[in-house]
T-cell receptor
Framework: DTGVSQNPRHKITKRGQNVTFRCDPI?????LYWYRQTLGQGPEFLTY????????KSRLLSDRFSAERPKGSFSTLEIQRTEQGDSAMYLC?????????????FGPGTRLTVT | GESVGLHLPTLSVQEGDNSIINCAYS??????FIWYKQESGKGPQFIID?????DKRQGQRVTVLLNKTVKHLSLQIAATQPGDSAVYFC????????????FGSGTQLTVLP
């Protein structure tokens, strides 16, 4: 499968614990995006990278959320001191910015449950 | 704040009929719009996009119409098939390409046999 992959697919954690999710984009894609999706709602943009540069992070939900893309390939999203309200699906997408085409391809998501 | 919204949360159509899913947006600065399909347990899948300098774009069995006067977007699916059953989202962006997409809350399309 050469699409966007995310790991783990499911994560159950206790409130207060830290969690980290990984996203592997389509290999030649230079942009990588993180979204959060709660039940019955559309995805909510969190942050994005162009190569290793994080170009927008003001939409991260709080300072407990952080993301990295150290080598411009895979990315991680970390949530510190998780709260029950963090329970959601976390989606990653990637795109290739050539010729104005910037279609975002989404991964299957990581479903987080905070108990 | 300004956001993208959908008129109907659910839509049921008979197999073979045409489907129309509507979306209203309120940010007049939005200039790029995308429709996504999301099946249960999967991430959103790109269907079709349209830029604000167009009012219609056609793909395979799908057509997107954009009415900037009333800030309305629609997705038409021809000859709806069971595999079309999913949640459909419209998304918008400012800046002419998909960067910080703002999604609506979605319409559940159910295709009846």
């Amino acid at each position: 499968d050469t699409g966007v992959s995310q790991n783990p697919r499911h994560k159950i954690t206790k409130r207060g614990q830290n969690v980290t999710f990984r996203c592997d984009p389509i290999s030649e894609h230079n942009r990588l995006y993180w979204y959060r999706q709660t039940l019955g709602q559309g995805p909510e943009f969190l942050t994005y990278f162009q190569n290793e540069a994080q170009l927008e992070k003001s939409r991260l939900l709080s300072d407990r959320f952080s993301a990295e893309r150290p080598k411009g390939s895979f990315s991680t999203l970390e949530i510190q001191r998780t709260e029950q309200g963090d329970s959601a699906m976390y989606l990653c997408a990637s795109s290739l910015t050539i010729g104005g085409q910037n279609e975002q391809y989404f991964g299957p998501g990581t479903r987080l449950t905070v108990t | 704040g300004e956001s993208v919204g959908l008129h109907l949360p659910t839509l049921s159509v008979q197999e073979g009929d045409n489907s129309i899913i509507n979306c209203a947006y309120s940010n007049s600065a939005s200039d790029y719009f995308i429709w996504y399909k999301q099946e249960s347990g999967k991430g959103p899948q790109f269907i079709i996009d349209i830029r604000s300098n167009m009012d219609k774009r056609q793909g395979q069995r799908v057509t997107v119409l954009l009415n900037k006067t009333v800030k309305h977007l629609s997705l038409q699916i021809a000859a709806t098939q069971p595999g079309d059953s999913a949640v459909y989202f419209c998304a918008e962006n400012i800046g002419g390409s998909a960067r910080q997409l703002t999604f609506g809350s979605g319409t559940q399309l159910t295709v009846l046999p």
